[in-house]
């Protein structure tokens, strides 16, 4: 039984295996620039801005410290994902049995794949949740251990704290882990070590914030910092939202709205359904609804539907469903079995955004096998790689992402410049400075917060800031990116008198291709 279980989680592992030569997605190519500029002595915000908080860009510092290359992202995603597989397997065993665990871990490899998404889910591949989810498992499984050490709270801590310092919003998994620490302690454990362990994940926790700060301190951007991370995400996250109500609402609808579309959603929210009634699985239930409400709260402070917010909630519903398995499987009563059964059938009848093959949708699995088809093909050299790359993206109006527009406008730069040559995207290409190896005239590398006129009236920011960058550094080139937003970069550059008269009066038109206009500094 063992060697079969191991099998069919290999088997489904090995579906992710062709996704190791999809290129890095717009968000990927973002944290890896900074990463890069980090790596150089470079500091996140003061030198190259991004609303996150610094531990995405740090951790990226060290994926291309480890291995310089757009295919790192992928196999980061991979070992992510291998990871949560192993930690799942242990945590159902301490919630249920080795059963629970092992199906949670099949349920994660197959229905938590990226590439059931979009252009096989290039978008959500090594994103913040995918450590948030990582990092959260982990923390599970510590706080469940059979005898709970002080070490095990100290280091869940550390592990919940990294997992804030890649997003704010992961604050809101307190609420499965004190769950856990209270739910699963040991026999005996007297509500005085509960509150023990408690203090000690705080402090933790705490100590994690109090590192990151002093290193941001020490680096002379907490202001920056602070503008970046907090004033700029209450804004971001605040459009999404109506009003309070709206907010309300979507907490109560889109864990439903999300079922009609994943089976993985309906697969762990009926299973945590399941698992409920059965007094030896009530707390593992317990559990796997507290993290999937705090993952559905963690979602919604985001103010918008992005397909990789949706990612830290996978395990929570992996484990959901394995144990949901378990309780179906187990049961003396025909019905729960025919109930289960009855789920699966109307999950591979009605779920997933895919068009029907035979009046089913398959939940997603049509799409799945073709993306990994398209991955083997150009893995087995069937396909050249502009037909590959050409897949990923520019196939929606305003799609910021053309990872062949960036793969050739990257190449261009790279043979026609020198490597201490400044160049500048005006857009939301941030893999162009990443493939050709060349550094931003401006911190603001990708273009949002000048749009916006982000923090206009204080200087350095604003498209007043810009100006001052460029004017400073002389970029050899300048590429303004089309098609990305409603009204596109290039036109609201060349609208802005300051901009285009600048542009103007320094450079000469080079190019004007589809996706990208590039100008040229005069004598260059």
Known sequence: MQLLRWCALGLLFALRLPSLVQPAAADQSLYAYIGLRILEGGTPYVDAWDQKPPGIHLLYALLWWLWPDERVVAAADLVAAAAVCALLIALGRRLGSASAGWVAACVFALLGNPSMHRLSGVFVRAQCETFIALAITAALVLLTAPVRRTWHAA?????????????????????????????????????????????????ATTMMGVVGLAWIAAKGALVDFWLATYRYNVGYSSEGYESATHFVRYLATMPFRQARRELLWLAGLIGVVFALPVGRLRTGAVLAAAWIAAAVVAIALNGRDLPQYFVQATPALAIGAGLGALAAWRSPHRLVKAAAILVLVAGFWRVGVDRPVYGLRLAGLPGLIENIRFDLAYWSGRIDRRTYLNRFGGDRPQDKYDALAVDDLARQLAATTRPDDRIYVFGFSPGVYVKAQR?????????????????????????????????????????????????????????????????????????DGPRFEVWRLRGR
């Open 155 to 203: 280091a869940a801590g550390v592990l919940f704290g990294a997992a804030v310092w890649l997003k704010y919003t992961a604050i809101v998994f307190a609420l499965p882990l004190l769950a856990a620490l209270w739910l699963v302690r040991p026999a005996g454990t007297r509500p005085a070590a509960v509150l023990r362990d408690a203090l000690v994940l705080t402090a």
């Open 439 to 511: 550094v931003s005239a401006s911190r603001f590398f990708w273009n949002v917060p000048v749009l916006i006129e982000f923090e206009a009236g204080r200087p350095g920011y604003g498209t007043e800031g810009l100006l001052a960058d460029l004017d400073a550094t002389r970029p050899v080139v300048v590429a303004l990116q089309k098609g990305d937003w409603s009204i596109d970069s290039r036109t609201q550059f060349m609208a802005h008198p300051g901009l285009s008269a600048w542009l103007e009066r320094h450079y000469r038109q080079e190019d």
